[in-house]
């Protein structure tokens, strides 16, 4: 038996509980475990190489990931709690985290000859392989939108204005769409009426759902799972708010997968990059 940590957290991830230098063993972030040892665990399966009594270890709230095509998922917290508590014999640990954190350009994903993401073909259908919630408490009959507000001391440029996502929120309402938004210091933007929010597996139900019109957010981990969580005509707008994201978005080559492209877009939306002041205010006006 083996334990594959795929996500932990010591810290929170938000304002108040930050890695302020990104450290993935403090946080591991949404994005990167969603795109490096998400994909990562899901072609070791594909390959033959988990043992049926393996485990795949997590945050709690990102579990349904790996629960449509593993029957043996844990939160970290219950990991630690086995480890050290109860000191539970752990055969072996294979410590993802840490293995990306020392090595990241060794385990972020690559491109094939085609410029498309190196296991595609192989791997598509586990990937899309989500355990999706039931959200028939939510009221999904009718058109609405989703909206990602990212929020974190880490990277902090990346972040939009309350002002901005008012803007956005009050030009979307004209329209009569239900907004839901996901994001984890976002909750006072909810109303509890026709602005509702979210948790993250209510969140991927809700792209999935054919009724969901598009999804606007930061370029960050939430609006990445996108790529995956999306019906195909859910219009997924990526907002890349300040230069230094934006320089980044051009030339590191490496990092790719981390930049909302197509090469790893598992879901067939279509992605629009929003870039900087003049494509938000398009943006704005365009809705």
Same mark, same amino acid.
Not at 117 to 123: A, P
Not at 179 to 191: L, P, T, V
């Given at each position: 038996m083996k334990y594959y940590i795929v996500g932990k957290k010591i810290k929170e991830?938000? $304002?108040e509980s930050d890695s302020e230098s990104g450290i993935l063993n403090e946080y591991f972030e949404l994005g990167w475990e969603y795109a490096v040892s998400h994909l990562h665990i899901k072609h070791l399966f594909c390959l033959g190489q988990l043992a049926p009594d393996d485990v795949i270890v997590t945050i709690k709230d990102r579990m349904f990931l790996y629960e449509g095509f593993w029957c043996n998922v844990i939160s970290y917290d219950d990991f630690c709690n086995k480890l050290f508590n109860y000191n539970d014999a752990i055969d072996s640990v294979v410590d993802l985290c840490d293995l990306i954190q020392n090595n990241q350009v060794g385990y972020i994903?690559?491109?094939?000859?085609?410029? @498309?993401?190196? !296991?595609?073909?192989?791997?598509?259908?586990?990937?899309? &392989?989500?355990k999706y919630r039931?959200?028939?408490?939510?009221?999904?009959?009718?058109?609405?939108?989703?909206? !990602?507000?990212?929020y974190r001391k880490w990277a902090s440029a990346r972040n939009l204005s309350r002002d901005f996502w008012d803007r956005i929120i009050k030009k979307i309402e004209l329209s009569g769409l @239900?907004?839901?938004?996901?994001?984890?210091? =976002?909750?006072?933007? =909810?109303?509890?009426?026709?602005?509702?929010?979210v948790n993250l597996d209510e969140y991927a139900s809700l792209l999935n &759902?054919?009724?969901?019109?598009?999804?606007?957010?930061n370029m960050s981990g939430g609006t990445l799972t996108a790529q995956t969580f999306s019906h195909k005509?859910?219009?997924?707008?990526?907002?890349?708010?300040?230069?230094k994201t934006y320089e980044?978005?051009?030339? @590191?080559? =490496?990092y790719r997968v981390f930049y909302h492209i197509e090469e790893f877009n598992f879901s067939e939306a279509p992605?629009? !990059?929003?870039?900087? &002041?003049?494509?938000?205010?398009? $943006?704005?006006?365009? $809705?």
């Open positions: 991830g938000n $304002l994903p690559k491109l094939n000859s085609e410029n @498309k993401y190196e !296991h595609f073909e192989s791997d598509k259908d586990i990937i899309k &392989n989500i039931d959200i028939s408490h939510l009221n999904t009959s009718e058109p609405y939108c989703c909206l !990602h507000i990212r @239900k907004i839901y938004i996901f994001g984890k210091e =976002a909750k006072d933007f =909810a109303n509890g009426d026709n602005i509702i929010h &759902n054919e009724n969901c019109r598009f999804l606007i957010g005509n859910c219009k997924n707008y990526v907002i890349i708010s300040d230069q980044e978005f051009l030339t @590191k080559n =490496a992605i629009v !990059h929003v870039v900087l &002041n003049e494509d938000i205010e398009k $943006l704005i006006n365009e $809705l």
